[in-house]
């Protein structure tokens, strides 16, 4: 069993950033691609980002391309740094741990272990 638990989140103005954290305990975290899910209230649970087992295949959706950077280090963290933030990017933010697939995948149903997420919100 794999324990996540994220943190990070807030309230910050459009333009500004935030680095979420997610940090593993209980498994082995080689072993798991890790994703960034978000939410908005009245939609469905969407891809945010993803990185593979060993750290160098990243792979993000369009809407945060060149914006939101995903990381790993050795200590069992997953980061998801959020730069020139926008309103829309406002949403409860989860990370996931897959243990099927090396890089991930961006379908959110295939992720073996998720955390109970951290709220981000963007004022205008």
């Known amino acids: 069993q794999v324990q996540l638990v994220e943190s990070g989140g807030g309230l910050v103005q459009a333009g500004g950033s935030l680095r979420l954290s997610c940090a593993a305990s209980?498994?082995?975290?080689?072993?798991?691609?890790m994703g960034w899910f978000r939410q908005a209230p009245g939609k469905e649970r969407e891809f945010v980002a993803r990185i593979g087992r060993s750290g160098i295949a990243r792979y993000y959706a369009d809407s945060v391309k060149d914006r939101f950077t995903i990381s790993r280090d050795n200590a069992m963290n997953t980061y998801l740094r959020m730069n020139s933030l926008k309103p829309e990017d406002t949403a409860v933010y989860y990370c996931a741990a897959d243990g099927k697939a090396i890089y991930g995948t961006a379908d959110w149903h295939k992720y073996d272990y998720w955390g109970q997420g951290t709220q981000v919100t963007v004022s205008s």
């Open positions: 209980g498994g082995t975290f080689s072993r798991y691609a």
